[in-house]
């Protein structure tokens, strides 16, 4: 007998291959080139789209370290913003023009929203149609163009997820195409890539691999699966952040590490409190989904007392800055657009909970947490 929040895991589509360790992105050009020869081999096209994180933009390195070549597609994502569908469908119509409507793969590198973007990108292609038409649970039809992620900051796990987040602004609506065919075929995790993250960034993203296995392990809805996945998470986010510099090389590849077995934990179980306010936080403010759950842990004293106090001793040992105040000068209008996008997010509240979570989650709590953060 399933609940709506059943999390009896029945069947779960990991990534199909990963190369993890220093220097491993060397392997990407040996992959391109036996799936540029298959293709040629069936008479397809060998063209393979690139979609970069902007801020590989000033590295004159790139190309060749992607091994570009004739006819690929480069497309530098922006990151200001995080994905909408109007912008996916501008980076497909941009590829479709160009004639590049079966590539021979498409990678993505980058942090999350590349991640998301190139995933979005690769079911596209193959499905046809608008980016909204897939926002939900399992629409994409048919397996998308064989992708490749690379990940360049930790912690989302965006690079083993079946879903890729995009923000409708026309139905307010931030949903990701939730599907199997969603799942990079391959992923690439070189610690190398993240020796240039800014502090702030490194700490703020990883600390969303932390925050998805403590809200995953104080839930009621588990798992044998995602517990194994999440406690092992922390034990690595612990050796990382706790005393000592967290971005020394080895701490660099524990943290991809975590990143991606935290992903690989909230695939097959639900979030708590942190993530539908930091929801709010992002539509109501455009705050990021990364230094959002920082923020929103300001608040959440009493609803994870043991991963709040770990989470400000690492803050303080790493010296980092968290955000504060940013709910300062907000009116009642504003408190009330921040209630409505945290509550709508049923099923993590739920979750963590129980099914009365608006009798404790009331308008009234809800802002003196937000004023808190
Ligand atoms: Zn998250």
């Known amino acids: ?90 980076v497909v119509a941009t590829l479709r023009r160009r004639g590049l409507t079966q590539p021979a793969a498409v990678v993505g590198m980058g942090g999350g929203i590349t ?57 307010g609506l931030k949903l990701g195409m939730n599907s199997d065919h969603t799942v990079f075929d391959h992923v690439i995790m070189d610690p190398e890539l993240t020796a240039t993250v800014p502090r702030d960034q490194y700490f703020h993203t990883g600390m969303d691999a932390y925050i998805h296995c403590i809200e995953s392990l ?29 971005m020394a090389p080895e701490r660099r590849e524990q943290l991809m590490v975590a990143a991606y077995l935290g992903g690989c934990a909230i695939a097959t179980s639900y979030v708590g409190v942190v993530h539908p306010l930091s929801a709010g936080l992002s539509v109501v403010l455009g705050i990021h989904h990364c230094v959002g759950n920082c923020i929103v842990m300001r608040a959440m004293q009493d609803f994870y007392p043991a991963a709040y106090d770990e989470f400000w001793r690492w803050a303080d040992l790493q010296r980092v800055h968290i955000p504060q105040g940013v709910c300062a000068g907000l009116d009642d209008a504003g408190f009330e657009a921040l209630y409505q996008a945290s509550i709508v997010h049923g099923k993590p509240l739920t979750n963590a909970l129980g099914e009365g979570y608006r009798e404790i989650l009331t308008r009234e709590r809800m802002r003196a947490l937000f004023e808190a953060m």
């Open 115 to 171: 991640m998301d973007t190139a995933k979005c990108t690769s079911n596209l292609l193959a499905n046809g149609g608008q980016a909204a038409d897939y926002q939900g649970w399992d629409l994409v039809r048919v397996p998308g163009i064989f992708k490749i992620g690379i990940p360049t900051v930790s912690g989302t796990g965006a690079e083993a997820t079946r879903t890729c987040v995009m923000t409708n602004p026309v139905s």
């Open 218 to 246: 104080g839930g009621s809805y588990r798992n044998a699966i995602g517990d194994a996945y999440s406690r092992e998470t922390i034990n690595l986010c612990r050796q990382v952040f706790g005393p000592g510099d967290m």
């Open 1 to 90: 007998m399933g609940t709506t929040l059943d999390t009896g895991v029945k069947l779960v589509r990991n990534v199909g291959r990963y190369n993890i360790g220093a220097g491993s992105l060397d392997e990407l050009q040996p992959l391109l080139a036996r799936r540029r020869a298959t293709a040629r081999g069936q008479g397809d096209s060998a063209a393979v789209v690139f979609l970069v994180d902007e801020f590989f933009r000033g590295d004159n390195r790139l190309a060749e370290r992607l091994g570009l070549q004739p006819g690929d597609a480069l497309e530098f994502v922006a990151t200001a913003d995080e994905p909408t569908t109007a912008g996916i469908d501008a």
